[in-house]
């Protein structure tokens, strides 16, 4: 059954940004390409009553200087990483989901996206502690963070903290090495238009 509305937006808007958006490398690929089959296969696939798969959005918020990276210890899962989520009614696009749960989970606002475009997929199994969430299908952003902000610990975390990408924390999502890289490589690129 087809969507309509704000719903069959944020799935037309996946569909839009997902197959227009260059990978990075044949990995990253393959990971779109199976987020576009899950789009054509699930009407429903960008909400969390989807499962055990659906899509959710993410930010990794970086300082002005791309030096320092600003992450949340999640209180379900224990470990830090980035901000994000599900998809909620009110998001009308992939990037207006990440944007408001970094806003949301960081406690910062004005958070200026970096590119436009997703910086990044990953595709990850849940542990129990998540519910009936078996797997998320995660497109990811990178944002700046205005200069001077003070982040808040919002219902969702434990603590937030900037961490500078030389000393990543130990207890940290396994691939946020690669995540910060490529958001800072996204910041490269925008400050050199």
Same mark, same amino acid.
């Given at each position: 059954?087809?969507?309509?509305?704000?719903?069959?937006?944020?799935?037309?808007?996946?569909?839009?940004?997902?197959?227009?958006?260059?990978?990075?490398?044949?990995?990253?690929?393959?990971?779109?390409?199976?987020?576009?089959?899950?789009?054509?296969?699930?009407?429903?696939?960008?909400?969390?009553?989807?499962?055990?798969?659906?899509?959710?959005?993410?930010?990794?918020?970086?300082?002005?200087?791309?030096?320092?990276?600003?992450?949340?210890?999640?209180?379900?899962?224990?470990?830090?990483?980035?901000?994000?989520?599900?998809?909620?009614?009110?998001?009308?696009?992939?990037?207006?989901?990440?944007?408001?749960?970094?806003?949301?989970? *960081?406690?910062?606002?004005?958070?200026?996206?970096?590119? +436009?475009?997703?910086? %990044?997929?990953? /595709?990850?199994? @849940? $542990?129990? &502690?998540?519910?009936?969430?078996?797997?998320?299908?995660?497109?990811?952003?990178?944002?700046?963070?205005?200069?001077?902000?003070?982040?808040?610990?919002?219902?969702?975390?434990?603590?937030?903290?900037?961490?500078?990408?030389? *000393?990543?924390?130990?207890?940290?999502?396994?691939?946020? +090495?690669?995540?910060? %890289?490529?958001? /800072?490589?996204? @910041? $490269?690129? &925008?400050?050199?238009?």
């Amino acid at each position: 059954m087809p969507q309509h509305g704000a719903a069959g937006a944020l799935h037309a808007d996946a569909v839009r940004v997902l197959t227009d958006w260059v990978a990075p490398d044949n990995d990253q690929d393959a990971l779109r390409a199976a987020y576009l089959a899950h789009l054509a296969e699930n009407d429903d696939g960008m909400w969390r009553t989807c499962v055990p798969s659906h899509l959710t959005a993410s930010l990794l918020v970086l300082d002005a200087a791309g030096t320092q990276v600003l992450l949340t210890l999640h209180r379900k899962g224990g470990f830090w990483g980035q901000f994000g989520g599900h998809c909620e009614p009110g998001d009308e696009t992939l990037v207006a989901a990440a944007l408001r749960e970094g806003q949301e989970e *960081s406690g910062i606002t004005g958070l200026a996206l970096v590119g +436009g475009t997703p910086v %990044d997929l990953d /595709r990850h199994q @849940l $542990a129990s &502690a998540f519910g009936s969430c078996g797997e998320h299908l995660d497109v990811r952003y990178a944002a700046v963070a205005p200069e001077g902000s003070v982040p808040a610990v919002s219902e969702e975390s434990d603590d937030v903290r900037w961490f500078s990408l030389a *000393s990543l924390p130990l207890e940290a999502v396994d691939d946020l +090495g690669r995540l910060a %890289d490529r958001a /800072r490589s996204a @910041l $490269a690129a &925008a400050s050199r238009r």
